[in-house]
Every structure is written in structure tokens, then in C-alpha cells.
DNA sequence: CGGGAATAGTTGACACATCATCCACGTTCG
DNA sequence: CGAACGTGGATGATGTGTCAACTATTCCCG
């Protein structure tokens, strides 16, 4: 009835057409399914868990071992309270330790610990063999090209643009009700 | 020392090699932020989870939009305690109800209601466009094709062999230990 | 200098996933 | 029949992620 009066108000859905749809099923399973094996296997091989490692990999990759706490948000994309409530966990296992920054009385530190240091060279030979193993082996050099520059596309996509407006609850807290803009899809 | 004693008992390391280094942290980083960002669209678009959103697919896929809680299982690749936590909490959502099996008195069938079907057509159309932007809007048929064959090669060798042995939790409840078999890869 | 805005980070409540355990029912086989 | 074992499913404890406040500091600008 009204879709002819205002025939933008309400486009037609598209659905995805059947290739896609196959493809997506196919993607949508084979992530479920992967990251729940790289924990699973993460947590049998060794005694941390993916965010852990992944704060840990940070954390060792920093010349000095030290990063502030949101610096660790940007780089992780995680909302600075689930880094906080992270590192809170890891703290009380003793695997990095908080430290106040004395240029900035409001910032802290996470700081990696010796026990930090080994529970990751501990974990990641077997997490490179379990990725080579579920990925690598399993795909030739163009296959690799292509898982890259595909995921690059929809990565760039996710970060850029109006997507973007939503992810920057990162670096400002109140993006002021982040206004949807009307007409869809401006893009950057 | 004792390496060259037991040259297979503590293998080098194989580390990623740079090109596939790039590609897995390009492909971790763009799932992470497609499964946030999916997440998010589906809460403003409407009021139900990419989970509740998978429960509800599985039941109107279904002729009787009837289905048995392992069967859900089974299908989502959940385990049991899972599917019964989230069917619980659907429940008191009025988004599905239970009921009892008559011919197996263990077992119990999640049962679509008029709201779980409706918010299910009404969550649908606003999903499938968001996919459409953030994927299928950026790839080209053979990369569409490319991206299917990838998630089904390290889907299938997720689903067999050794690794499934894990996911038999899903079929059987106790593996017995699930016997690591010494020599590392058996391979199916 | 003083006072509001922005920034860095924490906290608590709640939703969710996992694990181990438990119970009710069914199957099998003596 | 009835004991032993397997199966379908529920439950509670615990760890983790998200959201919305909240505190404390610093910045900005008159």
C-alpha cells in the first residue's frame, strides 16, 4: 500500500543470492568452529587462553614491555572496560602486573611479569602448529593470497566510514548519540 | 641435549612464514570485528541475539518448527548445555516454549511461538542487508567462490579425523579420556 | 586562578559459554 | 523382572564480555 507512495521508505529486502548464501553458511561454520578449536586447544596445550594471549603478544612485542591500558584497547579493538576487567584476571594470576604512570596521574600500565613472559613462550609453538595445521596446510599460496586480501577488504570496510562511527566508542567515550544519517550509506 | 637423542620428540617449531603471517592476522582481525559488528546490527535493528537469531533459523527451517534439543545441538554445533541455558532464556523471552516428548519421556521439544516467528521475519531482512554491506558488497564472484572454498576446506578438516574427536562431545558424552593417540598426526 | 569539559581507567550488574554434575528415562541382557 | 549402563536434558558454579555509571585527573579557556 504505501510502498508505492514512498517507495524508498521501505526498499526491498536483497537477500543474499543462493552462491552467497552458500559461501556465508560456509564462512559463518567454518569460524565457529575454528575459533572454538584454537581455545580449546590454546587451553589444553598451555594454561592461558586466547585474550590472554593476545594481551601477552602485545605485551612482548613492546620494547619495554609496558603498554598503557588503552593503548592496549586500540590495538586489540576491545572496549577499555573488558581490558580492564582482563587484566584484572591476569593480574590476580599473576601473569602481568598494574603500574601507575607518573606522567599521567590518571593512566596505568600493564606491565608484563617473568611468569607472563614463559606462560607465553610457552604457548605459542603449539598455537602456531595448531594454526598451520587447521589453516596453512591446507591452502596454496593463491588461497593464502586470496583469505588475505579478502579478509583485508571486509576489515577496511568494518573500520572505515560510518561502520567506523560505532567502533569509536574506542577512542571517544560519548560520540554524542553518533547520528545515523538518513539516507544509508554516505561512505567515507 | 636430549634432542638429538629424541630428534621427533621435541620437533622445531614451525613458525608462520610472512605471507601467512599477514594473512591470519589480517583474517583474525576481520573476524573479530564481523562478529562485533554483526552482533551490534542485529541488537539495534532488533531485539534478539545473533544467537537467539541462529535458534530461531534452525526452528522455521523446520517443517513443524518443532525441533529436539539435540538435534539443535547437533545442527548449531552447540553443546547440549548451551543450547539448554539459551533455550531457557528464550523461553522467558517468549521467543520459544518448551514441550514434552511423548514417545521418548527423556526428551523435550523447543517449540516456536507467534513472537519467536515474528521476531525472527523481522530481524531477517535487516541481517541479510548488513551482511550484504560489509561482505558480499565488496567481492567479486571469485572471490565469493574463494572465500566458500577456504571456510569449507578448514571446515571439513575441523569436522574429521583427529580434531573431531574433540566435537564428539557433542555426540557422546564421555570420550573415555580421548586417547591422544602418541605419535601427533594420525590423519583420518 | 577557577570551573567545566574531556580523558584514563574502574566498577557493578547482567548476558552468555563452559564445565562438571545430576537426574529421569530407556535399553539391554541376565 | 531388575540391575547396569547409555542417553536426553537440566542445573549450578565459574570465567568472560558488554553496558552504563562512576571516580579521578588533566586540559582548556575565560
Redesign the pocket.
Known sequence: MMCQLFPYAEPVTRWLEPEQQRAWRAYVRMQGELN?HLS?QMSVDSDI?M??FAVLVQLTDTPDERV????LARYLH????????????MEKRGLVR?EN?RS??????VVLTDQGRSAIEAAAPAHAETVNKLVFDLLDDSEVQALREISEKIFTRLTTGECAAVIARCD??DPMEVVPEEGGCPEA
Not at 576491545?78 to 584476571?89: F, G, N
Open positions: 572454538a580449546r587462553s585474550a590472554d598503557r591500558v588503552l593503548e576491545w572496549e577499555k572496560s573488558r581490558i580492564s576487567h582482563h587484566v584484572a584476571r598494574r604512570c599521567d596521574g590518571r593512566g596505568s600500565f571517544a567515550d
